[in-house]
């Protein structure tokens, strides 16, 4: 079979496993990415080519620099398939799609796996539960919104890819300062209805419009003993029976149907309002979830959602037949925690039930797995409490993995 050159463009350092399947599967890779990450242990042995973007501000490129760049680029190779690695990348590489024709997600279908108000717009034209919500764009309207909806309110951007910038306004005092404060960057924020509940994430491929793969899982809030909130990271994969699984398997298709996903990985994340037991949508990607979220899905399932999505695009491209291998059925729980020394001891930490510790500089990581629940829920319990007694070093919340 021909080989294929594939771009892949990321403004973070990930994707590893995607770029060393997709150069098993005999392809070509060029990578672009921020200068800041050049030491970083990229897979160098799969990489044919490499080139660096300045960054004006964390993740931010000058997109008229990338699309000269990528002019050049082209003299020389017939690109077949751009990638984005990252939540930041997915407007690159749709920018880089529509202006040198290659086929993929464009820039109007990618605002709704990347724009939280178009996303929610989409939503709601398609009776898929949403927070209630306003663009601010017109004071008229945002003070029809305030009327109608008491607060408290987030006002949150809409293209961050975590909870940098989102803030909670508990009254209309607080919010006109708020949105002053915004100056020329106002368009690109939105303001919702804070709906205290449980957030849950789900990870699914998707192959011809159809969802291949899915594993649902339940954020954690720290358990009582830990003082620090938000200074632990954690996420629990939940049983395939149970009420919550079923329930966001059926809302994470509607999802993906309405919002017209062809392929790849998504990460999807919705609330269960804590008033009413409903669910509802919060918002949705093309691409990988982030802090080591595959690691989880991969212990729990013995699925690796980069290299399939890798393999996914290698067989669209090369257009030979894909399938999908069959999923293991273990509860797995996964822990992080920025931590005060470079490589924390963790022999506090050893048991049946670790499936990996994860090697990360100034933090520590832990992947548990289980056929039974509630030993991975004590032991994610018990692992907070140790981290936050002995461990964790406490930085503001932008610090926080990406999820």
């Known amino acids: 079979m021909a080989e294929k050159t594939f771009v892949c463009i990321s403004c973070y350092y990930k994707g590893y496993e995607f770029m060393d399947e997709i150069k098993k599967l005999g392809n070509k890779v060029i990578l672009i990415t921020s200068e800041n990450l050049k030491d970083k242990k990229w897979p160098w042995h799969a990489i044919d080519e490499v080139y660096y973007m300045q960054e004006l501000e964390p993740s931010v490129w000058n997109t008229d620099h990338l699309v000269q760049g990528f002019s050049h ?10 990638i984005a690695l990252d939540d930041y990348d997915v407007e690159k590489a749709a920018l880089i799609r529509e202006t040198f024709r290659i086929p993929g997600m464009g820039q109007t279908t990618h605002r709704y796996f990347r724009d939280k108000l ?13 927070p209630q919500f306003s663009s601010i764009f017109n004071n008229a309207k945002l003070e029809e919104f305030t009327a109608q909806n008491p607060p408290p309110w987030v006002l949150k951007p809409r293209s961050e890819a975590s909870a940098s910038g989102i803030s909670k306004i508990n009254s209309v005092e607080e919010l006109w300062p708020a949105i002053e404060k915004l100056g020329e960057e106002r368009h690109k924020f939105l303001l919702e209805s804070f709906k205290p509940g449980d957030v849950y994430h789900v990870d699914s491929l998707v192959f011809e419009k159809e969802i291949i793969f899915t594993s649902a899982s339940r954020y954690l809030s720290p358990p009582m003993e830990v003082s620090h909130e938000g200074g632990v990271f954690r996420t629990k994969t939940l049983e395939k029976n149970s009420e919550e699984y079923i329930a966001l398997e059926k809302a994470n298709k509607k999802v993906l149907t309405k919002f017209g996903l062809v392929y790849g990985a998504t990460h999807t994340e919705f609330i269960r309002g804590k008033a009413d037991g409903k669910w509802y949508f919060l918002e949705t990607s093309s691409r990988v979830g982030g802090a080591h979220i595959p690691d989880l899905v991969e212990a729990s399932t013995g699925i690796n959602i980069w290299r399939e999505w890798a ?13 999908l291998a069959d999923s293991t059925d273990f509860t797995a729980g996964l822990i992080i925690a920025l931590a005060k020394e470079q490589k924390p001891d963790t022999k506090q930490f050893e048991c049946k039930y670790v499936s ?6 100034y933090h520590i990581g832990i992947i548990y797995k289980d056929k039974d629940e509630k030993n991975i829920q004590k032991c994610l319990d018990d692992a907070a409490v140790k981290i936050t007694q002995d461990i964790l070093n406490i930085l503001p919340p932008k610090m926080k993995p990406t999820a």
Not at 118 to 130: F, G, K, S, T, W
Not at 356 to 361: A, E, I, R, T, V
């Open 118 to 130: 178009a996303m929610r717009q989409m939503a709601l034209d398609n009776e898929i539960e949403v």
């Open 73 to 82: 680029l082209m003299k020389d190779n017939r690109i077949d398939a751009v």
């Open 356 to 361: 990996q510790f994860l090697d990360l500089d």
């Open 311 to 323: 393999k996914i695009e290698d067989s669209l491209l090369k257009k030979t037949k894909y399938s």
